[in-house]
Structures are given as structure tokens and as C-alpha cells.
């Protein structure tokens, strides 16, 4: 385990030391691609688009500032929030595979994302707006749908009713797109575009949004580390200790809906990204969440960045899916912890 | 100290605690009584406001119904029977967490020097000291059961309320931590309410008792007033002096 501060967060060291493994990661990134990019180059036309300055080679430039930094900064704010809200929901549920994809929420938030598309939702002045407030309602109100459900069956909240409603939901709500899609006309294309899940066309202006629900949702996260560990060892517990349960937890599964929400919006379905990259930082830091939070945050940016390097690079100059990477690592690392919690050892 | 007054508990259509009253005084350790289904641990779980109840409980004259979480916390502390530990905590932190209601604020920076305090008395006082950065999954039933003994030592609570805290303890375990809830409710300002199954640990430990049956207070009052023969035949149908007797001979040397 990494060595910690004297109480029970990271020292600042440590924030330093993650901080400095992911600039490294976002400039390797930046630079690899169909096209190399020196890191000179990089920095030249960084600080050119910064003064506004004409640069010899304009190509590159416009490469860098227009499509790859948009792009790596989408996909490191996606997968720092997925995986804090993945870390929160397994601490929260007392569940280590409760996660967005897992538990159907991502799924709700992808019907909300196609109702707004087939019936053009929209927000006065914000592009993106409506697609983005119906995600973030429709992963809410699927949380609630999923927990109500899986608490009437079995009030434990054991792992195997909770993955198996969230696959029922997640089959339900499919199928419900599945209807939206044939209804949908000439929207077709562009919801299957959507549905097909990719950071790849990010701009400036989803950087700023991500940025945003990160700030707030993360803020709010952070700040119940201490209930999350409460909720961690058992709901009781965390009742008789003193934690407002019912309120606790309504306000960790609202700022999980806004950071869910918000990603599915932007870059389609990213599965098991809040799946392995909290259970990799708990098997490095531990459960506590004043370090498993921040470890996940870091880690969770890293860990997309990476897998998106592998997409672009994998088959270069074909690209695949940010989600089939994810899901292929997901799918193994979740049959891998599955069986971990079946032994009770997770 | 704790007055619970007509506590009426329903699931659905069916009664499971009807119409009780008593209460407890300082330094008294409260035995609640009875058989199987009889309502106890309901009991127990209303005072804790963990289900909802009708009647009312008070603490120190105030109804604690309309009490914050937190206030709650510092005043009733609960040990459940038994826990299960899905993540690897240390012993420490889970121990720290008996702490959570006096730095609940939204602006709190968490642990102070009364809280470390507090904290290494309670790893003491339990004897989990030694094992305080061992991880809580690696625990067997009764060190698990010390280790939430500590958390609700560090929760100072006014009243500590016990769910058959030994039930799955073996008999070295079931000593300690009698013991250690004896001499934790000696002190000023303590007391003890707790389910307890085994009737010698009712006669030895207990001050006074409540026999509970079918959900109703069937007798209640100094320990061996309460388990008379008579009372405790009523309630478990059979004689239980008698049988007990008979155990008791099997030890004779």
C-alpha cells in the first residue's frame, strides 16, 4: 500500500505523485497518434494558440489545439468521473460491483440521451443541453428504479440481485431504444452515431461541461469520504453512528447521476470504467475512501487515457471504439472480482 | 434516563410489539427477555430509530423522534449481534468511525486530539490495540465483535444498546466482553440495554429485566424478580428452574 499522511487521507507528496503520472500520460497521449507530434512541437504550438501567434507549421498546431488536446482532456475528465462515481456507488451499496454500466444506470441514461435526440429536447443558448439534462434525469430516476426494485426483492442489497436487476433494466431500457430507433425517421443516423459511444469529436465546449459535474459531483463526493466509509462496513452501522442516512445518500446518488449523466451524454456508453478502476485503486490504497476517492479520480483519467491510446493506435490508421478496449478489459476484470466477492474476499 | 412509553411496532396487518413501557435508569444494565419472536430485537431497533414505531421514547425528558442522526449518535450507541465486513478496513479506521457524530460538520477538518483520544482508549480498553492496522476481514467472529465494541467506546454513548452481542461468541469471548460492558457501564452517566437470549448471563450481568412475550411486557423490574418460575414458565411453557438445575448437575465434580 502506498505510504500515507498521518491521518487518513494522502499527503500531499502524493497528490504530486499522481498529478505528475498523469501530465505524463495526457503528453504521450497528445503527441502519439496517426501522426507523431514532437514534444517541442507541442509546446510551441500550445503557447502560440495561447498568444494568439501564426506558426510555421500550421498543420500540426491545429492538430494539437483543435482535435487532440479537446480530446484527451474529454476522455481523462470522463474516466476520472466514472471511476469516483464507481468507487462512491461500491462503498454506498457495500457492493464491489456496483458501477454505472453494471447496475443499468448507464443504460437509463442512454434512453434519456435518445428520447432527447428522437424528439429534439433542447435548452435555449446550450448546444447539447437538452440531450445533456435528460441523460442526467433519466440515469436518476433509473437509480431509483433499480435500488426501489432490488430493495423490495432483497432489503441486503446482495451482489447478485443487484447485477441481475441492473441487467434486467438494462435489457428493458435497450429495448425501449430499440423502439425510440425504428420511430426515430431521419434521426436514425445521428442516435446510432451517439449510441455508438466515442470521445473522439469532443470540443472545447464538453471539456468545459465535464469540467464542470467534475467540480461539483466530484466536490460533493469527496466531501461524504467519511459517510462513503460508514455506508462501506453496513448501512446499519453508518445509521448508528450517527449518518443521516436517507439524505447522505440521496445527495451521493444525485451528484453520481449529474457525473453519469453528463459522460453518457458526451461520449456515449463507456462500460466498466467505475468497475475496475475503483477495485485496482482499493487493491493499491485500500478501502478507505479518503484515499480511494482521489486514487480513483487519478486513476480512472489514466486508465481511459490509456485505453484510448490503445484505440487509436491498436489498428492504426483504423480506430476502435473507446468502449470495446474498456470492455474487454472490463469483462475479464469483472468475471476476475466477481468470483473474488463470491469468496467473500474482495 | 430512557423512558419508552405504549411502543406499538407493526409490519403491515401483524403486531410485533404492542403497547410496552419501561424504563432506564443511570448505571442500570436493562435485560430485555423473552423467546423467539417474542419482539425484542424490535424493540431494540425503535429506540435505535432504525423502524418506525408508534408511542414515543424519551431521552432525559426529550422525545428523541425529532432528534438529528448525529445528537443521536452521542447519546444511544447500538452493537449489533453480528457483522459482516464486505471490504478490508483496517481495525483503526473502523474504530475511528465511532467518531463520525462529534466531526460531522460540513466544514469539519475530521479528527481532533479528543477523538485521537478517545480512539486509542477504546483499541485499549477492548485489547484490539494490537491489531489496530490489521485488516477487519482477516478477523475472527469475536475479535470482529471487540472491534465494534471499540467503535461504540469511541461513540461515548449515554446509553449503549445491545442486540445479543455474544450470540455467536464462544465461551472466552462471551467473558471479555460481559465484562467489558460491565465495567463500561459502571461508569457516571452509563447504562445498558441489551437483548440477551442466555438466561445465566441475564442473572449475572443484568440489574433489572423486561420478560417480553408476544410482543407484550409480561413482568418487568429487579433481575431476580422478573425470571421468577412462575414468569418464566408463562412464558416459555415449560419449567425452566428445573431444567436448569439439570444442566447445572452435569458440572457437579
Known amino acids: ?346 | 434516563m430512557l423512558e419508552v412509553k405504549n411502543l406499538l411496532v407493526r409490519y403491515g396487518d401483524i403486531t410485533i410489539v404492542d403497547n410496552v413501557s419501561f424504563s432506564v435508569e443511570e448505571n442500570q444494565w436493562m435485560m430485555l427477555v423473552g423467546p423467539n419472536g417474542a419482539g425484542k430485537s424490535t424493540i431494540v431497533s425503535a429506540i435505535s430509530q432504525s423502524v418506525p414505531y408508534q408511542g414515543q421514547v424519551f431521552f432525559e425528558g426529550q422525545d428523541i423522534a425529532a432528534w438529528k442522526p448525529v445528537h443521536l449518535a452521542k447519546n444511544i450507541g447500538v452493537l449489533s449481534q453480528q457483522h459482516y465486513v464486505s471490504y478490508a478496513f483496517r481495525v483503526e479506521d473502523v474504530v475511528r468511525l465511532g467518531r463520525y457524530a462529534y466531526g460531522a460538520g460540513l466544514f469539519s477538518a475530521g479528527d481532533d486530539a479528543e477523538d485521537r483520544r478517545m480512539v486509542e482508549e477504546a483499541l485499549e480498553m477492548t485489547g484490539v490495540k494490537p491489531m489496530r492496522r490489521q485488516t477487519v476481514t482477516t478477523l475472527s467472529g469475536g475479535e470482529l465483535q471487540r472491534v465494534f465494541l471499540a467503535q461504540v467506546f469511541a461513540q461515548n454513548p449515554r446509553l449503549l444498546i445491545l442486540d445479543e452481542p455474544t450470540n455467536h461468541l464462544d465461551l472466552v469471548y462471551q467473558k471479555q466482553v460481559f465484562g467489558l460492558i460491565r465495567d463500561w457501564a459502571r461508569q457516571p452517566g452509563k447504562a445498558v440495554l441489551s437483548v440477551v437470549h442466555d438466561l445465566n448471563l441475564v442473572k449475572a450481568y443484568g440489574s433489572d429485566a423486561v420478560l417480553i412475550h408476544l410482543g407484550k411486557c409480561v413482568a418487568k423490574g429487579e433481575t431476580a424478580q422478573v425470571l421468577s418460575r412462575r414468569h418464566l414458565q408463562d412464558v416459555y411453557g415449560m419449567d425452566v428452574y428445573q431444567w436448569m438445575n439439570d444442566l447445572l448437575c452435569q458440572w457437579r465434580e
Request: charged fraction near 10%.
Open chain 1, 1 to 346: 500500500m502506498l505510504k500515507e499522511a498521518k491521518g487518513e487521507g494522502f499527503s500531499f507528496p502524493i497528490y504530486v505523485l499522481f498529478s505528475i503520472a498523469l501530465l505524463g500520460v495526457l503528453w504521450i497521449c497528445i503527441a502519439v497518434g496517426s501522426v507523431f507530434i514532437s514534444p517541442a512541437d507541442i509546446l510551441k504550438a500550445v503557447w502560440s494558440s495561447l498568444r494568439g501567434l501564426p506558426v510555421p507549421d500550421g498543420f500540426a498546431q491545429s492538430i494539437i489545439v483543435s482535435i487532440r488536446i479537446p480530446r484527451v482532456l474529454a476522455v481523462a475528465l470522463s474516466g476520472a468521473a466514472l471511476s469516483i462515481c464507481g468507487a462512491a456507488m461500491q462503498g454506498l451499496l457495500r457492493n464491489p460491483l456496483a458501477d454505472g454500466s453494471t447496475l443499468g444506470v448507464s443504460s437509463g441514461a442512454s434512453l434519456g440521451a435518445v428520447l432527447a435526440i428522437a424528439f429534439g429536447v433542447r435548452l435555449p443558448g446550450f448546444a447539447g443541453g437538452g440531450v445533456m439534462l435528460m441523460a442526467m434525469t433519466f440515469a436518476f430516476l433509473s437509480m431509483l428504479v433499480i435500488l426501489g426494485l432490488a430493495y423490495r426483492l432483497d432489503c441486503s442489497l446482495s451482489t447478485n440481485t443487484i447485477i441481475l436487476i441492473g441487467i434486467i433494466f438494462s435489457m428493458f431500457v435497450n429495448s425501449i431504444v430499440n423502439v425510440v430507433v425504428t420511430f426515430a425517421g431521419e434521426k436514425v443516423k445521428t442516435i446510432m452515431f451517439w449510441t455508438m459511444g466515442s470521445l473522439s469529436g469532443s470540443n472545447y465546449q464538453d471539456v468545459l461541461v465535464l469540467c464542470c459535474a467534475l467540480l461539483v459531483g466530484g466536490a460533493i463526493l469527496l466531501h461524504y469520504t467519511r459517510e462513503l466509509n460508514a455506508f462501506a462496513i453496513g448501512e446499519d452501522n453508518a445509521r448508528h453512528v450517527g449518518v443521516n442516512v436517507r439524505q447522505v445518500k440521496l445527495v451521493i446518488m444525485i451528484a453520481v447521476s449529474i457525473l453519469i449523466g453528463v459522460c453518457v451524454s458526451i461520449g456515449g456508453t463507456i462500460a466498466f470504467v467505475g468497475l475496475v478502476v475503483p477495485h485496482m485503486a482499493r487493491m493499491l490504497v485500500g478501502p478507505n475512501h479518503r484515499r480511494l476517492l482521489p486514487a480513483s479520480l487519478f486513476g480512472g483519467a489514466i486508465f481511459l487515457l490509456l485505453a484510448d491510446l490503445l484505440a487509436r493506435t491498436l489498428l492504426n490508421p483504423l480506430e476502435l471504439s473507446i468502449g470495446v478496449v474498456t470492455s474487454f478489459v472490463g469483462a475479464i476484470a469483472f468475471v476476475y472480482i466477481f468470483n473474488l466477492s463470491r469468496k467473500g474476499k474482495s
